[in-house]
């Protein structure tokens, strides 16, 4: 572990302490049908048993299994069972009953000749294949059963979970309440697309992208606008933080004569935990507590913000969430060019990843690597992870990636 001076911490310091700074939040009820990328907060059981009864897999004839033991034999038709309408009689020696997909099998009847393998005259049915008892028949609970915990607190529900809750006839679940996360963009140099911009301004794609991946990671972005490099510009919108899980600003917090979010925030009861992290983009990275609300103030330059929320703001909002995915994922990939020794700081390498025909990955990272970047950002897939003072690697060797998918 390198020494660091300007009280920078490392990466995975500065990750802990995000994380010792945040707590999971508490649950509401939602209907099941919005709760896609949610996460459940109590274990869910079944209210019902399904199939309800025995029911048929096919469209054909319910049948006595030993009546049609040996074929061709004719029985004589006594009714039909259709889904959602059983026939109510019993199916006695040589009867039989027409059936359908999901149809409850009649009293009597224990296995189902398919369509395919009958003629039909009238309500005589010529049999002309055998079925062994249960043939083509769905036993009651087959699927699940009354009081079965199917899905469990913590899952992040998708359509195939939300299908079967509801299937399980229950219409309401507790699920964690998502984290609303307040985003207020500093400088005057900032507008939004669309707006009249002067021939000194940008526009402030961050915050924009931000609330796009506090919407991917699960979370409600609250949108503060953008304060004015001025104290009183940013006192103003911080009167706006109500209700919010977590403040994220961005800019204005490294060392130039503007930057005021440490000084007036400062002065509003912001306490620092940390300021400076040892990693390249995202070294003027604030994290600390406004008023009890916690604060991750990431630097305002495109690509250290958006990396930063991938290393920082994830797993805040995971930790949120009651989810396990609080850790930075890496994996490995087949470097693809030639990297020099590195320096003090963590770097993360905006790269491209290439599968090759081995299935192998490989990363590649762009010969350049400035933080301002947006349209390099926007094509890299992963990051290329290197340590402090990593030695000189080659192309061809292993390095660790994380994958930017947000
Ligand atoms: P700062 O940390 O305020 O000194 O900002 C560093 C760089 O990031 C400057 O070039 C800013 O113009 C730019 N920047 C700050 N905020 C944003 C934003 N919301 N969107 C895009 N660029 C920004
Ligand atoms: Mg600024």
Known sequence: MPEYSEGMIAVDVALENVLAGVTKLGSEDISVGE??????AADVASRLTQPPVDVSAMDGYAVRAEDVASVPVTLTQIGESAAGSGFAGEIKAGQTARIFTGAPVPDGADAIVIQEDTDSDGDQITMKEAAPIGKYIRPAGLDFKAGNVLVTA?????SRNIALIAGMNVPWIKVIRQPRVAILSTGDELVLPGDPIGPDQIISSNSIGLAAFVKSNGGVPINLGIAKDDPESLRAVLSSLTGA??????????????????????????????????????????????????????????????VTAALFLRPAINKMLGTSATSHVTETAVLGRDLDENDKRQDYLRSTLTIGDDGALTATPFDRQDSSMLARFAEAECLVVRAPFAPAISKGERIEIIKLDA
């Open 35 to 40: 709760a896609q990328g949610r996460i459940l």
């Open 154 to 158: 913590g899952s992040k529900l998708n």
């Open 245 to 306: 899980d977590m403040l994220v600003t961005i800019g204005g917090a490294s060392v130039g004569d503007y930057d005021l979010v440490k000084s007036v925030l400062g002065e509003e009861g912001l306490d620092i935990t940390f300021s400076r992290v040892a990693m390249r983009p995202g070294k003027p990275l604030i994290f600390g507590k406004i008023n009890g609300i916690p604060m991750l103030g990431l630097p305002g330059n495109p690509v250290s913000a958006g």
